[in-house]
């Protein structure tokens, strides 16, 4: 019955800030115990988790993109954006938001959204 959608802009330029918003429908994210994930693709490689809004409010990070990612959440909205800095060519990527319970956050999804494709311009 949850539904996540992503939004945000067709494309992002070269070594500019990637904004993406994730609007949770029929649940919630201060449900107990959920997280709720960013995930990307890029063509040809595997899936990366980035970030993760803990249903208490705490955030968990990729270490290796950490310093250039931004989280927030709006509980009165049922939302969680996203904002990744200083995007390269290889941030060019599918962008999913996820709902987990813990365990592994890329294997143990229990919602997809649809996901975003974000091409990154010169």
């Known amino acids: 019955q949850v539904q996540l959608q992503e939004s945000g802009p067709g494309l992002v330029k070269s070594s500019q800030t990637l904004s993406l918003t994730c609007t949770v429908s029929?649940?919630?994210?201060?449900?107990?115990?959920?997280?709720w994930s960013w995930i990307r693709q890029p063509p040809g490689k595997a899936p990366e988790w980035i970030v993760a809004?803990?249903?208490?409010?705490?955030?968990y990070y990729n270490p290796s993109l950490q310093s250039r990612t931004s989280i927030s959440r709006d509980t009165s909205k049922n939302q969680f954006p996203l904002q990744l800095s200083d995007v390269t060519h290889e941030g060019a990527a599918i962008y999913y938001c996820a709902r987990s319970y813990g365990g592994d956050l890329l294997d143990c999804v229990t919602a997809w959204g649809q996901g975003n494709q974000v091409p990154v311009s010169s």
């Open positions: 809004s803990h249903y208490a409010g705490n955030y």
């Open positions: 029929d649940d919630s994210i201060t449900t107990t115990n959920s997280y």
